[in-house]
C-alpha cells in the first residue's frame, strides 16, 4: 500500500492565482480531512469528508474548497490564494471504525507571494 | 466543541532524562486520546494512544496516563535519547460516533546528547 499520497510537495502561487491540492489513499478509509500547519498554531482542520458524497467544514475553511467523488481522493481547493495561506497543509485519513488512528500524507508545502 | 491545551510549548532535556507534556480536555464525553510524533519536515505519525476506559498505557519507553475526572492526560518519555527529539502533539476526540480528532498546539521536544 502506498498509504496517503499528496501531491504537489512543494508549491509558489501568486495572489489571486487558484490550484488543487490533491490527496489518494488507497486503504479503503471512509474517512478523509485536510489539515494546515503553522508555527505554533498546531494542526488546524480545514474541511472533512466521511464518505464519497460527503463534505463538511473544520475550523478554518474560509477560501476553501473540496470534493469527495470518490472513496479515494479528496483534493483540496484554492480559489483564490492569499499570503495568509502560506502553510504546510497535510491531508490525513482513517477507517471509521477500528484503532481510530490517523494516517497523514508526506505534507505539501505552499508558499503565496 | 472540543478545546484542548498542550503545555509546554517547548521543553528541552539532556539525553538519558524523562520528559513530560500535559494536556488537558474541555468535553467530558471525550475517549479517545492519541500522541503524535512529528520529526523535522517530516509528517506526524501515531506513538501511542489510550481510552477513556484504562488509566495508563505503556511501550517501551513511552506511557500515558489519563485523568479522566480532571480532564488531562500526559506523556512519559524515560530515558529519552537524541532520536526523540520531535514536535509532540496530543489529540482529543468525542464520543457520539465523532470522527474528528482536536489537536494541542504541540510541544517542541529537544533532547541534547
Known amino acids: 500500500n502506498a498509504g496517503v499520497t499528496q501531491t504537489p510537495k512543494f508549491q509558489v502561487l501568486k495572489t489571486g492565482q487558484s490550484m488543487t491540492l490533491q490527496c489518494a489513499q488507497d486503504?479503503?478509509?471512509?474517512?478523509m480531512s485536510w489539515y494546515r500547519q503553522d508555527p505554533g498554531m498546531g494542526l488546524r482542520l480545514i474541511h472533512y469528508?466521511?464518505?464519497?458524497?460527503?463534505?463538511d467544514q473544520g475550523e478554518v475553511p474560509n477560501g476553501y474548497n473540496v470534493s469527495r467523488s470518490t472513496t479515494e481522493d479528496f483534493p483540496l481547493r484554492l480559489l483564490s490564494a492569499a499570503p495568509s495561506q502560506t502553510s504546510v497543509y497535510f491531508c490525513?485519513?482513517?477507517?471509521?471504525?477500528?484503532?481510530?488512528?490517523?494516517?497523514f500524507g508526506e505534507g505539501s508545502r505552499l508558499t503565496v507571494l | 466543541g472540543e478545546n484542548v491545551e498542550q503545555h509546554p510549548s517547548t521543553l528541552s532535556v539532556q539525553e538519558g532524562d524523562s520528559a513530560v507534556i500535559k494536556c488537558t480536555y474541555s468535553?467530558?464525553?471525550?475517549?479517545?486520546f492519541p500522541w503524535y510524533k512529528q520529526e523535522l519536515g517530516k509528517r506526524p505519525q501515531l506513538i501511542i494512544d489510550?481510552?477513556?476506559?484504562?488509566g495508563e498505557k505503556k511501550d517501551q519507553r513511552i506511557a500515558v496516563t489519563l485523568n479522566k475526572t480532571a480532564k488531562h492526560f500526559s506523556l512519559h518519555i524515560t530515558e529519552t535519547q537524541p532520536e526523540d527529539s520531535a514536535v509532540y502533539f496530543c489529540?482529543?476526540?468525542?464520543?457520539?460516533?465523532?470522527?474528528?480528532?482536536?489537536f494541542g498546539r504541540g510541544t517542541s521536544l529537544i533532547v541534547h546528547p
Open positions: 490525513a485519513s482513517r477507517r471509521t471504525s477500528g484503532t481510530g488512528e490517523l494516517f
Open positions: 486503504m479503503n478509509h471512509e474517512y
Open positions: 469528508s466521511v464518505g464519497a458524497g460527503i463534505t
Open positions: 468535553d467530558s464525553a471525550s475517549n479517545y
Open positions: 489510550i481510552r477513556s476506559n484504562v
Open positions: 489529540a482529543a476526540r468525542g464520543g457520539g460516533g465523532s470522527y474528528i480528532p482536536t
